[in-house]
């Protein structure tokens, strides 16, 4: 039995808690409200972010320092667009031999920063070291304990399997990989094509779009990640093309209803307030965008989606021009991309 601070009571959080805590270990939750952690030790629920019974062994804190002392392990589950306050707030009592995992999928606009590279720049931490902890994994089917799979991924392959051996269970197998960069990818970008899903839905489209969307979502996920040095394997992985089947199909994704609104018709603004969870999707969106820009590389749905978000296009005009792009053969992906590394 070992002591876990998850720092981030949002839904993903509370969940991943309790799997922690159904494994025997004594969990601490952070929440950044005060209230919310009272309400989450007086009630043992967390009702406005996941329908749920919350095991007695958790309990919230709101005091950083107090969340973190002695603990073996800190997950870090917070919006990316926190993640910098959180862990420089972090940094100032965390001891340094403790595990850093995350479980955050994005990327920062601007700086196009993945999560791990946040958290050492905001930590005495080598980026070696960090954890994440990705793939097909809704918050809302975690807590009923339903079969899941996920990765943990660290350059530090024994973080990665630390991490393994804290949250596997029965109805949670957690796998390993050394390519941090392409699950990180995999585990955002794939929030981009679960908006584009839920417009195409929203718009009345079928399956054979949402089929579309998922394979050649996939397709420039894969062109961007291995552009930046990941492993084109990763994205055949769980945190690859199991994260987008979840993540485009299912009702329970803050990405796809979000989408689902705007491909009805609802501006932005009034989607986000209605939803009132993180749709980290819009922020990566910027952030990817900007990415294929700077690495010259096709992404013509993440393109789209960011007209149809950012500069006020129709979604229907978008899908037309996505339709009738110039002709291309099929195979200049990512087969190719694993054609020339497994060739030899
Ligand atoms: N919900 C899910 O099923 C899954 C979510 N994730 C990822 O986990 C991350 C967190 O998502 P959710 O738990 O769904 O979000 P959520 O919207 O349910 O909860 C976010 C939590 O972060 C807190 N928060 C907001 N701003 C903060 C700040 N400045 N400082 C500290 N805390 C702050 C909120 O109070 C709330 O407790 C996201 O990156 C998401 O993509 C990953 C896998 C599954
Ligand atoms: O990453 C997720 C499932 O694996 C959660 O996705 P949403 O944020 O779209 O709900």
């Known amino acids: 039995m070992k002591k876990v601070a998850v720092l981030g009571a949002g839904s993903w959080g509370t969940a991943l808690a309790i799997v922690l805590a159904d494994n025997g270990h004594e969990v601490r939750l952070w929440a950044h409200r005060k209230e919310h952690a009272e309400t989450i030790n007086d009630t043992h629920r967390n009702n406005k972010y996941l329908d749920v019974d919350i095991p007695k062994e958790i309990t919230a804190f709101s005091d950083m320092h107090q969340t973190v002392s002695g603990v073996d ?3 870090i589950v917070v919006p990316t667009k926190a993640i910098r306050e959180v862990c420089s707030e972090l940094n ?4 340094p031999k403790t595990t850093v995992i995350h479980a955050t999928k994005g990327i920062e606009p601007v700086s196009l920063k993945r999560v791990s590279q946040m958290i050492e720049e905001e930590m005495d931490i080598h980026y070696e070291d960090v954890v994440v902890l990705s793939g097909p994994s809704h918050a809302e089917e975690v807590a009923l304990r339903h079969p899941t799979t996920v990765t943990t991924s660290s350059i530090n392959l024994e973080k990665a399997k630390h991490a393994q051996d804290l949250f596997s269970s029965d109805s949670f197998r957690v796998y ?4 941090i960069l392409g699950i990180e990818l995999g585990g955002a970008l794939k929030n981009i094509i679960a908006l584009g899903a839920g417009i195409s839905d929203g718009l009345g489209y079928g399956d054979n779009a949402k089929a579309a969307l998922i394979t050649r979502g996939l397709a420039e996920i894969a062109r961007l990640g291995t552009s930046l040095g990941a492993n084109p394997l990763s994205f055949l992985g769980l945190s690859g093309v199991g994260d987008l089947i979840v993540t485009c199909t299912s009702v329970h994704s803050r990405n796809w209803r979000a989408g689902n609104l705007l491909g009805k018709g609802n501006q932005l603004d ?3 307030e209605q939803m009132g969870m993180v749709v980290e999707g819009v922020r990566t969106v910027k952030a990817a965008h900007q990415f294929a820009k700077d690495q010259n590389v096709e992404m013509p749905i993440t393109s789209g989606i960011h007209q149809v978000i950012f500069e006020n296009k129709d979604p ?5 021009q996505l339709m009738n792009r110039g002709k291309r053969d099929e195979m200049d992906d990512l087969a190719v991309l694993l054609k020339e590394r497994y060739s030899e």
């Open 92 to 95: 100032k009592w965390i001891d």
């Open 73 to 75: 392990a800190v997950v």
């Open 270 to 272: 009034e989607v986000l």
């Open 316 to 320: 229907k005009d978008v899908v037309e």
């Open 176 to 179: 390993t990989s050394d390519d």
